[in-house]
């Protein structure tokens, strides 16, 4: 599939799968050895397709908006950082090298959560999730599994 704003998205393994142009993002952790870097500028993505579906309207939303508000959502992802690694350097220790776009969603637009690399981080992963009216936390590898009732829509 071609996405008129990432470009070309593999189905695999329950996800749609490519790259998007975001390059705060990936100007950030620049001193991390990642053996999985994406290509310069851009960060992974995958977006939640679970029964093989297409891109729903509120993962449409939440990929309009990341594109579009890429310094904001930046801010808002590492202010939940700064006070967990405090004796980190965020700018270049610290670095997200894919983002989810969930099947959760709320008021029209699906949750985003950002994988988070760094050295002094936990082996098993960190995320930040964020979302423009439901707010912005951290969490484990699988954070938003921790959404509740009233941060989706059914």
């Given at each position: ?106 008021g029209g ?28 936390f951290w969490?484990?590898?699988e954070a ?11």
């Amino acid at each position: 599939m071609v996405h008129p704003r990432l470009g070309r998205l593999t189905l695999t393994d329950g996800s749609w799968h490519g790259f998007a142009a975001l390059p705060l993002f990936a100007a950030r952790g620049q001193e991390l050895d990642w053996h999985d870097r994406p290509p310069p500028g851009t960060v992974a993505v995958s977006i939640d397709a679970y029964d093989r579906s297409p891109i729903s309207p509120q993962q449409e939303g939440a990929i309009a908006g990341l594109l579009d508000r890429e310094a904001a959502i930046l801010a808002a992802v590492w202010a939940e950082l700064a006070p967990e690694f405090p004796s980190s350097d965020l700018v270049t220790e610290v670095g997200c090298f894919e983002v989810e776009v969930s099947s959760a969603h709320l008021g029209g637009v699906a949750w985003l959560a950002f994988s988070i690399e760094g050295d002094a981080l936990t082996e098993h992963g960190f995320q930040v999730a964020y979302h423009p009216t439901g707010g912005t936390f951290w969490g484990d590898w699988e954070a938003l599994s921790g959404l509740e009732a009233h941060q989706i829509d059914e």
